[in-house]
C-alpha cells in the first residue's frame, strides 16, 4: 500500500484537489488588511537590511520584544508551526 495515501478526500469548493485541504479561509485571512500591512513592514524592513530578493536565504524576523532582526529562513518559518 502507498505512503500518504489519503482516504478521504475534501470535495468542498476551495479545497486543494490533491491533498484535500480547504484554502479559502487561509486565503481569507492572508488577505485582510492587517496581514497585508504585517507583510509590507517584514519586506520594507528585508529591503533596507538588503536581504530582499538576493539569495541570501535570510529573512527579518520578529523577536518578543517586536524588534526585527536577521534570521535564516528555515529557522524562522519553522517556528510555531504545528507538530506532525
Same mark, same amino acid.
Not at 479561509?25 to 488577505?31: A, F, G, L, T, V
Given at each position: @500500500? !502507498? *505512503?500518504?495515501n489519503? =482516504?478521504?478526500?475534501?470535495? +468542498? !469548493?476551495? %479545497?486543494?484537489? *490533491?491533498?484535500? +485541504?480547504?484554502?479559502s $479561509? /487561509?486565503k /481569507?485571512?492572508? %488577505?485582510? !488588511? #492587517?496581514? =497585508?500591512?504585517y507583510? #509590507?513592514e517584514?519586506? *520594507?524592513a528585508?529591503? $533596507? #537590511? ?7 536565504? @535570510?529573512? @527579518?524576523s520578529h523577536? &518578543?520584544?517586536g &524588534?526585527?532582526?536577521? /534570521?535564516?529562513? %528555515? &529557522?524562522? +518559518? #519553522? +517556528?510555531n508551526?504545528? &507538530?506532525?
Amino acid at each position: @500500500m !502507498p *505512503k500518504n495515501n489519503i =482516504k478521504a478526500k475534501n470535495t +468542498r !469548493p476551495g %479545497s486543494n484537489k *490533491k491533498t484535500g +485541504r480547504d484554502y479559502s $479561509k /487561509e486565503k /481569507e485571512y492572508q %488577505s485582510s !488588511p #492587517a496581514r =497585508k500591512r504585517y507583510r #509590507a513592514e517584514l519586506n *520594507k524592513a528585508n529591503r $533596507k #537590511a538588503k536581504t530582499y530578493g538576493n539569495g541570501d536565504n @535570510m529573512d @527579518m524576523s520578529h523577536t &518578543k520584544s517586536g &524588534k526585527l532582526v536577521k /534570521e535564516l529562513q %528555515s &529557522k524562522n +518559518r #519553522a +517556528r510555531n508551526r504545528g &507538530k506532525k
